[in-house]
């Protein structure tokens, strides 16, 4: 079945420092969209940003990854980390096709300091 | 903004005993879920319904039932409560397609004795 790896499951930086997190992912559909969920503290989880596209950078409120599906990669990353990213961050894979069913990574912590 | 609604937001009960939680939807969404994130954080889909119909259905528990009465609603019985079925229930609510996005409820946390 598909699966998600987030290999890190905490992050810590220092304020202004770049953040990359990886997410690899397996699955037999040749066109899955892949999902990053935020989660902050004694929130639900929310979208961050979402791609379908080979090779093409999505970004959004200062994040970006770019699906790349020679490597079933889709690392989030910033320039410069801000104390409120500090958040629980989930990678997600969705067929490509039909009724969307979520298979979610088991999540990084980042924890940004000042 | 909140637009799924889930009650109760906490629920403490003992082994054995039957618990339910409701979940309403505003956004016109015609999909809605319930996931399970446990103690560990780790995010399981276990049931989806697409305008009633049930069309997910993980492998979870007979004492777990899902009841969808229109697509805006979707609630969820736990017949006889285990300890390890102490986590946090979200609800979430989509439009129907891959490549639509989850919205989610802030979550029931049950607690079992």
């Known amino acids: 079945g598909d699966s998600v790896t987030q290999t890190e499951g905490l992050v810590t930086l220092t304020e202004g420092l770049p953040v990359m997190l990886n997410c690899t992912y397996q699955?037999?559909?040749?066109?899955?969209?892949l999902f990053w969920y935020v989660q902050h503290l004694n929130e639900s989880p929310r979208l961050l940003l979402k791609?379908?596209?080979?090779?093409k950078r999505t970004e959004h409120q200062g994040f970006h990854a770019t699906l790349h599906k020679s490597s079933s990669s889709f690392h989030l990353q910033k320039s410069s980390a801000q104390l409120s990213d500090s958040a629980l961050y989930y990678c997600?894979?969705?067929?490509?096709?039909?009724?969307?069913?979520?298979?979610f990574g088991k999540g990084t912590v980042l924890l940004v300091s000042p | 903004e909140t637009a799924v609604f889930q009650t109760p937001n906490y629920h403490v009960t003992q082994v054995g005993n039957e618990v339910s939680f409701n979940c309403k939807q505003t956004?016109?969404?015609?999909?809605m879920y319930w996931y399970k994130q446990d103690s560990k954080k780790l995010l399981k889909i276990m049931f989806s319904?697409?305008?009633?119909?049930?069309?997910v259905n993980e492998t979870v528990p007979r004492r777990f039932s899902p009841q969808s009465s229109d697509k805006a609603h979707l609630n969820l019985r736990i017949k006889s409560v285990e300890p390890e079925d102490s986590a946090v229930y979200l609800c979430?609510?989509?439009?129907?397609?891959?490549?639509?996005?989850?919205?989610f409820g802030a979550g029931t946390r049950l607690s079992v004795l």
């Open positions: 979430a609510s989509s439009f129907t397609g891959s490549q639509n996005t989850l919205y």
């Open positions: 699955t037999i559909y040749s066109n899955p969209f």
């Open positions: 791609s379908f596209t080979d090779n």
């Open positions: 997600a894979l969705s067929k490509d096709s039909g009724y969307n069913k979520l298979t």
């Open positions: 956004l016109g969404h015609d999909t």
């Open positions: 319904y697409n305008n009633k119909q049930l069309i």
